[in-house]
T-cell receptor, first 109, second 113 residues
């Protein structure tokens, strides 16, 4: 079965420190992976997708098919990064979109 | 103003009653989704639909039903068979093209008393 696992429910780091939010997936086909973010009192929205290989708000994520991982990283955390982060896997063809349990990131001043 | 709209924002129902949550989109998206969001459990997929007149069960479909009679609309009914219906419900839609993102509504908080 397709599954997304985010092992950390809570993550707290100091401003300026590096951040890594972990995501592992289980899927036998070619994955489409995304990171979504939910800021306080805002809608869930896309942060980045693996196919773009770009940096958004300083965040990057690399797909590692050997380790079936898609970890989200930022070298220097900012207070405005505090939010709920979800990793998501889309199954092409079926259009099924599954999410991990989410990680609440808190950046301390 | 394009987007995806869920209504109502808050909903209260008595135990044993069915209730229907509305989700409408004007993004011309084929795929639509319903999720349940509970603290510490992330977003769990209830139902999804690839196209009009078609829908599939997600991971926690028991006690829920949906319909997809129009491309723009994907209502979710929470039936009396759902054992723990009090939750925050999120609707989303996306294009069927590869690597496209999903767009989310603002959610409906259902409280069953």
């Amino acid at each position: 079965a397709q599954r997304v696992t985010q092992p950390e429910k809570l993550l707290s780091v100091f401003k300026g420190a590096p951040v890594e939010l972990k995501c592992n997936y289980s899927y036998s086909g070619s994955p489409e992976l995304f990171w979504y973010v939910q800021y306080s009192r805002q809608r869930l929205q896309l942060l980045l997708r693996h196919i773009s290989r770009e940096s958004i708000k300083g965040f990057t994520a690399d797909l590692n098919k050997g380790e079936t991982s898609f970890h989200l990283k930022k070298p220097f955390a900012q207070e405005e990064d505090s939010a709920m982060y979800y990793c998501a896997l889309k199954i092409q063809g079926a259009q099924k979109l599954v999410f991990g349990q989410g990680t609440r990131l808190t950046i301390n001043p | 103003d394009g987007g995806i709209t869920q209504s109502p924002k808050y909903l209260f129902r008595k135990e044993g009653q069915n209730v229907t949550l509305s989700c409408e989109q004007n993004l011309n998206h084929d795929a639509m989704y319903w999720y349940r969001q509970d603290p510490g459990q992330g977003l769990r997929l209830i139902y999804y639909s690839q196209i009009v007149n078609d829908f599939q069960k997600g991971d926690i479909a028991e006690g829920y039903s949906v319909s997809r009679e129009k491309k723009e609309s994907f209502p979710l009914t929470v039936t009396s068979a759902q054992k723990n219906p009090t939750a925050f419900y999120l609707c989303a839609s996306s294009s069927r093209q590869r690597h496209t993102e999903a767009f989310f509504g603002q959610g409906t908080r259902l409280t069953v008393v």
